[in-house]
């Protein structure tokens, strides 16, 4: 165990410098819980008589299993829905409403979501008149946005209509589950196994330090992009804190838990420059809020060394490392007075933090063995999507690139150079010899 003495200089040049971004704001999971998914569908069912159906389909719903980062974890929701069919091209129609959930596998092209619920369909025709029943069905099962459902109506006890059974193709934009494939690059702050970002407080300010000529919607367009660079920045303070605390916990060299420690004043510098720039472009004064650490997550030592180790290899030698690989690029592109030299000092800090992660990968591995070296073998097999698009078309493209920013091509490049990097290495840790 470290001494609380030999983590004091470090803690406190975090601790301290961290304060002047105190001020009061709201967090924000930066992947939502909740989720509302209208979609359309085509039907045909079977009962009385055989009836097409093209229809709306609106659902919500409420994450309790994963989260919608880049990592291909399983996700799992309950929710609400409600659809609204016509018939046959006439005056009929059939409605329904319930609950449904399910879960969405990620890594395969089809998840299973179960719903039940209340359903009504109005007359046909004399022949066959309409009526309450019992909605039962099992959909979700196609691409993440394209589903493939199979329905049944189940008539009310009393009613001579036959059952029903419906074969539906329907599309949902945003899917059920969340938008797919969002990348945080850095090391995010986790609170109950989910990824959130600081709220921003600011206020206005005369004149501007940035000056360049440039239209009002590309200068909104960097001012909010930098305010997102500082809001991540700002997250992995409380990260680093968490981390060195939780080394520290587990029994990790001194030089682990300090160097934790430093990353987070390297953050709260990386804060600090994407708000003044932000700040600048924007004629305000921007200040993300500095969050508390999460708490312990309570494991034994075994499963706390596995938690760690595949949360350096996805934080640290993944993420730290695509950030600063990104940093690099947009440092070569930067024009502005400052801003080269911000995403340079930036670059390099991230680089430092993820050969961090990969220290600590091998610690956890030395010291977990096999069970841990199973943990990160699932993780490494894992096939992380690509990052969220960041595209924003309406910036005019040569400010965009003068001010450190670039393209999703770019960005999409940096992610797959780190991952494809990565891998290799951790593949060779996997197979050395314990």
């Known amino acids: 165990m470290v001494s609380l003495s030999s983590r004091l200089g470090p803690t406190l040049c975090a601790l301290g410098a961290a304060a002047v971004l105190m001020a009061p704001g709201e967090a924000r999971a930066a992947d939502d819980m909740h989720w509302f998914s209208p979609g359309l569908m085509l039907s045909l069912s079977f009962g009385d008589k055989i009836n097409f159906g093209l229809g709306l389909d609106a659902r919500y719903s409420l994450l309790f299993v994963g989260d919608t980062t880049c990592f291909s974890s399983p996700r799992g929701a309950v929710g609400a829905f409600a659809q609204a ?3 046959n091209f006439s005056a009929a129609g059939r409605f329904a409403a319930g609950i449904h959930g399910g879960v969405d596998l990620r890594r395969l092209p089809f998840g299973a979501n179960a719903e039940v619920g209340w359903t009504y369909r109005t007359a046909l025709s004399d022949q066959h008149p309409g009526g309450h029943g019992v909605h039962v069905g099992l959909g979700g099962i196609g691409a993440q946005i394209v589903d493939l459902a199979f329905r049944g109506t189940i008539p009310w006890a009393g009613d001579d209509r036959k059952p029903e059974f419906t074969i539906a193709m329907g599309a949902h934009f945003p899917p059920m589950y969340g938008n797919p494939g969002r990348c945080i690059m850095g090391r995010p702050l986790r609170v109950n196994g989910r990824y959130v970002l600081p ?3 600011g ?7 940035r000056r360049a000529r440039i239209d009002e919607t590309t200068r909104a367009a960097l001012a909010r992009s930098f305010q997102d660079d500082a809001r991540a920045e700002c997250a992995s303070i409380p990260a680093f804190l968490a981390l060195a605390r939780d080394l520290a916990a587990v029994g990790a060299p001194r030089e682990l838990v300090d160097r934790a420690l430093v990353a987070a004043a390297d953050e709260v510098r990386h804060t600090e420059l994407c708000s003044s720039i932000a700040g600048d472009l924007a004629s305000m004064t921007l200040a993300p809020e500095l969050l508390p650490a999460p708490r312990r997550s309570g494991l034994d030592r075994r499963r706390e060394l596995s938690r760690l180790c595949v949360e350096s290899w996805e934080d640290g030698c993944l993420g730290e490392g695509a950030a600063a690989e990104r940093a690099r690029r947009q440092a070569r592109g930067a024009k502005e007075a400052g801003i080269g030299a911000a ?5 390099e800090d991230e680089a430092r933090h993820a050969e961090l992660g ?3 990968v091998e610690w956890c591995l030395s010291e977990g063995g096999k069970p841990v070296r199973e943990a ?3 993780a490494v097999a894992a ?3 690509g990052p969220a698009r960041e595209d924003v078309p309406e910036a005019e493209p040569a400010a965009w690139r003068a001010h450190g920013r670039i393209g999703q091509h770019e960005i999409e490049a940096s992610w797959e150079k780190t991952v494809g990097l990565a891998r290799k290495t951790a593949e060779g840790l996997l197979w050395a010899r314990p």
């Open 383 to 385: 096939s992380p999507e």
């Open 376 to 378: 990160l073998g699932e």
């Open 203 to 209: 206020k206005p300010r005369r004149g501007s330090g």
């Open 358 to 360: 990969w220290r600590v």
């Open 85 to 87: 069919s016509w018939l």
């Open 343 to 347: 995403l340079g000092v930036i670059a």
């Open 199 to 201: 709220g921003v407080t």
